[in-house]
């Protein structure tokens, strides 16, 4: 989870590709990165990748993304609407019209690899009025084996939405917190591929954790900083977690983002 420190866009670690590369810098919200965990390098916003026509279906799902999120900050929608009304979103353009749109052949040849995680590129659609705060959609270049390692998110919701390749994607309801740990209750666990998404929520599936079974490609739309509270990112190890009655587990969290990498990435 990575990306240009920006108080409307949630810290995360980036790694551009879209730029030369820059020094490494962490974008930081909140004392943690909030969205994506990839390696670092640098960060940029890929604007107008393709300034014509095609760019046209990219720029329409995130003003309707973008809507749907304002609706959920003024309190017009719930939670669960808007990850009702982002499944809609998404079912009416399919994952090639949305990568033509956005030039991905192009972005992906412009994408240096990384040694684990993702590579992740922001995408800064037209928005009247510019973007809410904390309002971003994000590209995660995963290639085969390398993993978004499993982690929780504060006052967010986002949906990650396969525009290429296969991914294993498990989620986790996040039961409650302890100082060392997480407790988990494990909800989804199976392969999706282009056109499937899984979200995020505090209420539900709040611990994701995304391992690329091909090269593939990521988008994320994302809303942080929900309530006006800050969105922190908590990373956890859901492998190395005791087992408790009902199914749950106690996930130790992992200290820092290069050890989740590490283990997982
Ligand atoms: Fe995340």
Same mark, same amino acid.
């Given at each position: 989870m990575p990306n240009e420190p920006s108080p409307s866009d949630p810290g995360s670690l980036i790694t551009d590709s879209a730029a030369p590369a820059e020094p490494r810098r962490r974008a930081v919200l909140g004392g943690l990165l909030a969205v994506g965990l990839v390696s670092l390098a640098g960060a940029a916003l890929v604007r107008r990748? #393709? #300034?014509?026509?095609?760019r046209r279906t990219f720029e329409e799902v995130a003003r309707r993304a973008h809507d749907a999120s304002q609706a959920l900050a003024e309190g017009q929608i719930t939670i669960a609407g808007w990850q009702r009304a982002l499944d809609s979103i998404f079912q009416e353009v399919s994952p090639d019209e949305l990568s033509e749109s956005i030039d991905l052949d192009a972005l992906l040849a412009r994408t240096p690899d990384v040694p684990r995680g993702a590579s992740v590129l922001t995408l800064a659609p037209d928005l009247p009025g510019g973007p809410l705060p904390g309002f971003a959609t994000k590209l995660f270049v995963l290639r085969k084996g390398r993993a978004n390692p499993p982690h929780a998110h504060d006052n967010m919701v986002s949906m990650h939405y396969v525009l290429r390749g296969k991914f294993r994607v498990r989620h986790y309801d996040r039961v409650r917190d302890e100082p060392d740990a997480i407790i988990l209750k494990p909800t989804i666990d199976r392969v999706i591929g282009p056109g499937e998404s899984t979200s995020i929520s505090e209420n539900h599936d709040n611990v994701h954790w995304h391992l690329a079974e091909s090269d593939g490609v990521l988008l994320d739309v994302l809303r942080a900083g929900l309530g006006d509270l800050p969105t922190e990112t908590h990373l956890v190890d859901p492998v190395a977690a005791t087992p408790l009655e009902g199914g749950l587990l106690r996930a130790p969290r992992l200290p820092t983002v290069d050890k989740a990498l590490e283990r997982f990435g």
């Open positions: 990748a #393709v #300034v014509t026509s095609r």
